[in-house]
């Protein structure tokens, strides 16, 4: 009886074969499951970078459209003409007249229409002159002095008082009537520039400051691509501001990551905008 149990003591457990058996087994099956989860996030990887790349070279194009469809290049809103950055006049603000007072300063109260004008606004006000022809209106371009924001116009609507220093000379007797706009503008530059160890980006500069980003980044500009295209009313590319009729520009995104084949995902879109002439 006592053979028989020290006999079946040594047969438990397992040998040094089996051991080895199923640890290769197990060995194949983790690293079935390892290729399985470095390919999933692989994938996963690749499909984040061609999203971010395609939703960045949409909400440029978006960007630089809304902007551009409001420029009129023979009204001189076109100001620099660059491969990769454009500077143009951009207009802010609107009111409407409704008291013109002339004086040894001159003062507009112009009728609240979203954001208030500010101090030192560059603006342009509608000049009607003779009532009776169109020919001879034109818009006055000045300067905001200083804003009173505590007018009332005709029938309790929120106005300011814009007193315009400058344009005394040009304001000539009811030029400017109630009901004329008011508008005011900056001059801002759009277009591609390198922030420092994150890539190029699309930004904007206003006069005076630095670039501001926007939405990227984007592949660095070479000889063979550029931002912007300009075209006159033939579709010709020309370098004249007040010959432009359409904008052509395109925008190219190349990410880190890599594709099928090793190919970095990349997204590109052009598109061109008709001008407000």
Do not use: K
Not at 62 to 87: I, P, W
Not at 105 to 127: E, K, L, P, Y
Not at 148 to 161: E, L, N, Y
């Amino acid at each position: 009886m006592r053979s028989r149990a020290v006999d079946s003591l040594r047969r438990a457990g397992f040998t040094l074969v089996e051991i080895l058996v199923v640890a290769t087994v197990a060995g194949v099956i983790l690293t079935g499951v390892m290729r399985i989860l470095i390919s999933t996030q692989e994938v996963y990887t690749a499909q984040a970078a061609r999203m971010e790349s395609q939703q960045a070279v949409r909400s440029g194009l978006g960007l630089l459209y809304g902007e551009l469809r409001e420029v009129s290049a023979t009204g001189g809103d076109l100001l620099v003409l660059g491969d990769n950055e454009t500077t143009i006049r951009v207009m802010r603000t609107v009111g409407v007249a409704c008291a013109v007072n002339y004086g040894a300063v001159n003062t507009v109260t112009a009728m609240q229409v979203g954001r208030w004008f500010r101090d030192g606004d560059s603006i342009f006000v509608f000049a009607e002159n003779a009532p009776t022809r169109s020919n001879d209106d034109r818009w006055i371009q000045g300067q905001i002095g200083v804003v009173d924001t505590t007018a009332i116009c005709p029938g309790g609507a929120r106005g300011q008082i814009l007193t315009l220093p400058d344009m005394g000379a040009v304001m000539a007797a009811d030029s400017v009537r109630p009901s004329a706009l008011v508008r005011a503008f900056e001059h801002v530059t759009y277009g591609l520039f390198e922030r420092t160890g994150q890539g190029w980006f699309l930004g904007q500069r206003r006069a005076g400051a630095d670039w501001e980003p926007l939405v990227g980044p984007f592949q660095a500009p070479d000889g063979s691509s550029r931002l912007f295209r300009y075209l006159d009313a033939g579709g010709t590319a020309t370098a004249l501001a007040a010959d432009v009729r359409q904008v052509e520009f395109s925008l190219r995104t190349r990410s880190a990551v890599r594709g099928p084949g090793g190919v970095p995902i990349g997204d590109s879109l052009a598109t061109r905008v008709q001008l407000r002439n």
